[in-house]
């Protein structure tokens, strides 16, 4: 069972468009989710993190929409630049369950960005 | 500040050969440590993780052992390779498990033939 979502599988935006990528989850212990960004060949990179409590955390261009009730998240990056073609994943966490420190992480999401 | 380093950058290895991959962790003490398995093109799966020295939990099982003989020092192995191993393996560390925020070294890319 996937309990971590993520969609679209592929986005193609153009460059200074924002690109919207899509999570949703089942467990409803998840309270912390990391979006890591991975380019090929290279280990994933902390992208930008909330936490349940919040439902928005902004850093620059990057910006976490968080609907509780939903199980639902968003990624947006506005202004997307070609540089941000790279694969993006979310993932999340529980502060109680019986594997700590386990992040369960979706499928990703290919971004290109096209200049 | 921090770094990560994983060993080999990359392995081609036959079937039914052992294998040894490694992770040393600098400029943190004590790092909750993790090893990750991520087929090409897809998501990230945790196989291991460890909170202290000696101690190693799995996470799924894949034929495959970890080690933590250091504090700094994390080790995958198996005795004998399967053609599903290939992948890209990944170490990562944290300060405080799940709860903070995991940070991925640049990974070992494995070809089992």
């Known amino acids: 069972q996937q309990q971590v979502r993520q969609s679209p599988q592929s986005l193609t935006v153009w460059e200074g468009e924002t690109a919207i990528l899509n999570c949703s989850y089942e467990?409803?212990?998840?309270?912390?989710f990391p979006w890591y960004q991975q380019f090929p060949g290279e280990g994933p990179a902390l992208l930008i993190a909330?936490?349940?409590?919040?439902d928005k955390k902004e850093d620059g261009r990057f910006t976490i929409f968080f609907n509780k009730r939903e199980k639902k998240l968003s990624l947006h990056i506005t202004d997307s630049q070609p540089g941000d073609s790279a694969t993006y994943f979310c993932?999340?966490?529980?502060?109680?369950?019986?594997?700590?420190?386990?992040?369960?992480f979706g499928h990703g999401t290919i971004l290109r960005v096209h200049p | 500040a921090q770094t990560i380093h994983q060993w080999p950058v990359a392995e081609i290895k036959a079937v039914g050969s052992p294998l040894s991959l490694g992770c040393t962790i600098k400029?943190?003490?004590?790092?909750?440590l993790y090893w990750y398995w991520q087929a090409t093109g897809g998501t990230l799966q945790q196989l291991f993780y460890?909170?202290?020295?000696?101690?190693v939990e799995s996470v799924v099982q894949l034929n495959l052992s970890a080690s933590r003989p250091k504090d700094d020092q994390f080790i995958l192995s198996t005795e004998k390779l399967l053609l599903s191993h290939s992948g890209f393996y990944l170490c990562?560390?944290?300060?405080?498990?799940?709860?903070?925020?995991?940070?991925f070294g640049p990974g070992t890319r494995l070809l089992v033939l």
């Open positions: 990562a560390w944290s300060l405080l498990g799940g709860r903070d925020t995991q940070y």
């Open positions: 467990n409803s212990a998840f309270d912390y």
């Open positions: 909330i936490r349940s409590v919040s």
């Open positions: 993932a999340a966490s529980a502060r109680t369950g019986a594997n700590t420190g386990k992040l369960t």
């Open positions: 400029g943190k003490s004590s790092p909750n």
């Open positions: 460890s909170i202290t020295v000696g101690q």
